[in-house]
């Protein structure tokens, strides 16, 4: 797939927001590679549905973000408690339109109604952290081998 895009891409960036903010944001590039809750933010807060994601048949690559409370901790009580209340509605309301993603519990009526205009992917996939990180070297040796042709 990389090779079939290489001509198509016109920059890599050294992270989201570069590219994102940079490039996309203002017009030197039509598309990036992003979420499919970045459509939210703009109608949202922009007032704009310009920014729409497009829906690939073959599947979206889903990301989860995670807290954790790791064993080397000495405020593990205090942990705790805190990821405890990271669960709780009035943490989670703030996640759609602050970090940008669906929340980690169901919000009901309370999740943003611009939600509902998202794409749904119908296929996602989902590698293991551990995998990706057994395969890393390889997976980038590919991505640029695909990239300098």
Known sequence: ???QLNDKVLATTQSWSDGYFSLFMNGEAPMILSY?????YHMA?????????VQFDEGHYLQVEVAALVESSDQKTLARSFLDFMLTPEFQTHIPLKN???PAIDLGDDLPSV???LITPEHTFFLPPAEIAGQRRQ???NWLDAMTR
């Open 100 to 102: 940008v993603m669906y």
């Open 36 to 40: 499919s809750t970045s459509p939210a």
């Open 45 to 53: 807060v922009d007032k704009t549905d310009r920014y729409q994601a």
């Open 1 to 3: 797939k990389w090779a």
């Open 115 to 117: 939600f509902d205009r």
């Open 139 to 141: 997976l980038v040796n």
